[in-house]
């Protein structure tokens, strides 16, 4: 879990970002103006801050080049109804980590938080092979066995499964697997994931009605149970 601050002047931006940030099981903190803002930068220390530019009191361009200027390497994704390309120069030279245009997409605009974030966390070894009883899984060939005998799996299964088993016992939201596995270009719905996840049970549980393996967390999205 990241703790994400955001600031903004608008309180309907502020309450939808809260909320589906929060539903990616972030800590959220808010701000309405440039200076609350960046006293909560300075006492909480947050991972990343979604900045507006157009703050009252001081604006997000001002607040981005303090951090800077104290030598914060705080992620800052900024936020502005500006469209013009020297507005996002401007902000990029400031010290911004990425920019987005309002009116944005909220789905787009929390996958470039995710892919932020993941610059500050260590990388994760991939999953190369996984066996589940008499199942064999060969992520690298795209392989799938059992009992020795092949049957078929579709590239999104193999990819979803090795999102979730190279995470044994977390919860990995729909976003993150829509992120991860089909990415920012096709934006399937999530209920893609739900019938992705129904064949993969089909294929390696016992009784895929009552799984023991691929485990649902209503609300949030779904976990590998290594046992």
């Excluded at 809260?18 to 803002?37: C, F, I, M, P, Q």
């Excluded at 096709?186 to 023991?212: F, Q, S």
Aim: include cysteine; hydrophobic fraction near 40%.
């Amino acid at each position: 879990m990241s703790r994400i601050l955001i600031v903004d002047d608008e309180p309907a931006i502020l309450r939808g970002l809260a909320d589906n940030l929060k539903r990616e099981l972030h800590e959220v903190l808010t701000a309405s103006d440039g200076e609350t803002g960046y006293r909560l930068i300075k006492e909480k220390k947050p991972d990343l801050v979604i900045l507006d530019l157009m703050l009252p009191k001081l604006s997000g361009y001002e607040v981005c080049r303090q951090m800077r200027a104290e030598g914060m390497k705080t992620l800052v994704l900024m936020l502005t109804a500006r469209g013009e390309e020297t507005d996002r120069v401007v902000g990029l030279d400031m010290g911004a980590d990425d920019y987005v245009t309002k009116p944005f997409s909220v789905r787009e605009l929390l996958a470039r938080v995710r892919a932020l974030l993941r610059r500050t966390q260590p990388a994760k070894t991939s999953l190369d092979q996984l066996t589940v009883g008499d199942v064999a899984i060969d992520f690298r060939k795209y392989e799938a066995r059992k009992a020795g005998k092949a049957f078929e799996m579709t590239r999104r299964e193999f990819q979803l499964l090795q999102a979730l088993a190279s995470r044994p016992g977390e919860v990995v939201t729909r976003d993150e697997l829509l992120d991860q596995v089909w990415g920012l270009e096709t934006y399937p719905t999530t209920r893609t994931i739900d019938n992705h996840i129904a064949g993969l049970r089909a294929k390696l549980e016992r009784n895929p009605a009552d799984p023991k393996r691929l485990l649902t967390v209503r609300g949030v999205g779904y976990k590998w149970s290594p046992e």
